[in-house]
């Protein structure tokens, strides 16, 4: 397989994954999602908001847009609303892959690291990598978080999962 058809595979399965994490979420006790347990981010919300923040931010770097801090948005906001925007981001992110040539895939791109006087380039097949894996990362945080609270059935969202829920 090629390596545009493995990341466009890739970001599916992160879209599909994260909707897997936010059905499993959602049914839970709105409550639960804003109680401090020890992990990265101090609840469940933080983490989801996170993911979201992450994958925005690296899609406006892919896309060479200026930076939206989208932070101030969720502070405060129920789970549906973080859900919400952290699958239609994902979503973007998705089809953003889907529509890249495989030219498009060892170009450049030159990055802020946050502070303006800091900069990094990495080429957009390392960014997308980086991107999936660091959602897949906090996804395993949220089952320990949710485990942590009395959540017993968290949703399997391995990649072979996805492909075996697919074909």
Not at 78 to 92: N, P, Q, R, V, Y
Request: charged share 20%; glycine share 4%.
């Amino acid at each position: 397989m090629e390596t545009h058809a493995l990341l466009s595979k890739y970001t599916s399965y992160n879209l599909w994954a994260n909707q897997a994490m936010v059905l499993w979420l959602l049914s839970k006790d709105e409550h639960l999602m804003s109680k401090e347990v020890i992990s990265s981010f101090s609840t469940i919300n933080e983490t989801l908001a996170h993911i979201w923040f992450a994958e925005h931010l690296w899609l406006q770097r892919l896309q060479n847009l200026p930076f939206s801090n989208i932070k101030e948005r969720v502070k405060g906001q129920h789970t549906a609303f973080i859900t919400d925007g952290m699958l239609k981001e994902s979503g973007l992110f998705a089809d953003y892959t889907a529509g890249l040539k495989t030219s498009d895939l060892d170009c450049m791109i030159c990055y802020s690291l946050l502070t303006p006087e800091m900069f990094e380039e990495r080429s957009v097949w390392m960014i997308i990598q980086h991107t999936i894996n660091h959602s897949t990362y906090h996804r395993g945080q949220l089952v320990t978080m949710g485990r942590e609270l009395g959540f017993i059935d968290p949703p399997k969202t391995d990649f072979i999962q996805y492909f075996r829920d697919k074909v």
